[in-house]
């Protein structure tokens, strides 16, 4: 299955995000499945999650643009999974880690996860990749 993760540095309005979805899939069944304090998932199809965040934490490298998105770098993307697994360890996360892995070493991966999230234990994240 697609799943796409969107985050914002502001707070997010779920009422009002769910109804520009609605009208921007209007071809198309959206289904709202998560909505908490700035959090909404939609399942778009039966087939495509997409999940938007109100994020308070800043994008420590520049963005990456690819076919009109603007991404955030695989260092940013590889410490927020660092983070993700620590408390809610997802087999997905863990598929992500290893191909961020590929790319960029563990020991500056977790460099760049411990100077994002001040509140990060090394060895907990370190515990939580065995």
């Known amino acids: ?34 909505e908490e304090s700035n959090t909404l998932t939609v399942l778009v199809d039966n087939s495509t999650k997409m999940s938007f ?17 603007r991404l ?3 260092e940013d993307i590889g410490s927020m999974k660092l983070s993700a697994v ?3 360890a997802s087999n997905k996360d863990y598929i992500d880690l290893y191909y961020i892995l590929q790319k960029i ?10 100077r ?3 509140d990060l234990d090394r060895n907990l994240i370190l515990k939580s990749l065995v």
């Open 1 to 34: 299955s697609l799943d796409f993760d969107f985050f914002g540095q502001k707070e997010i309005d779920t009422k009002k995000l769910f109804i520009v979805l609605k009208k921007v899939f209007k071809k198309h069944k959206v289904l709202k499945i998560q």
């Open 53 to 69: 965040f109100g994020y308070p934490y800043k994008l420590l490298n520049k963005t990456v643009d690819e076919d009109n998105l």
């Open 72 to 74: 955030a770098s695989i």
């Open 86 to 88: 620590t408390g809610r």
């Open 105 to 114: 070493g563990l020991r500056d991966l977790l460099e760049e996860a411990l």
């Open 116 to 118: 994002k999230f001040d």
